[in-house]
Nanobody, 115 residues
Framework: QVQLVESGGGLVQPGGSLRLSCAASGSTFRNNVMAWHRQAPGKERALVAT???????YYADSVKGRFTISRDNAKNTVYLQMSRLKPEDTAVYYC?????????WGRGTQVTVSS
């Protein structure tokens, strides 16, 4: 019913910036929560940031002050702007939509921070 497609991942040097996009297709309800998660090799999937339909944001301590989550309602797209990237930010990043008590997930996009 709903499809999420991430894009924007790639290789970037430490201290660099990258913007991830998550485009949603299909029916979406007015009230929802969008989120970004990430999973590094050998680690559990971790919450990175959330954005409610009312505009409330949350950031994990590890990314606070460096990452920004935002949305464009006209394009039905959520973004994750990442700056001052560190090697420990290397992970597969997943877009997540909580809507009507149901979780939808994208397939993920790889972000590699390395010199």
């Amino acid at each position: 019913q709903v499809q999420l497609v991430e894009s924007g991942g790639g290789l970037v040097q430490p201290g660099g910036s990258l913007r991830l996009s998550c485009a949603a297709s299909g029916s979406t309800f007015r009230n929802n929560v969008m989120a970004w998660h990430r999973q590094a090799p050998g680690k559990e999937r971790a919450l990175v940031a959330t954005l409610t339909s009312g505009g409330t944001t949350y950031y994990a301590d590890s990314v606070k002050g460096r990452f920004t989550i935002s949305r464009d309602n006209a394009k039905n797209t959520v973004y994750l702007q990442m700056s001052r990237l560190k090697p420990e930010d290397t992970a597969v990043y997943y877009c997540n939509l909580l809507m009507g008590s149901i979780n939808y997930w994208g397939r993920g996009t790889q972000v590699t921070v390395s010199s």
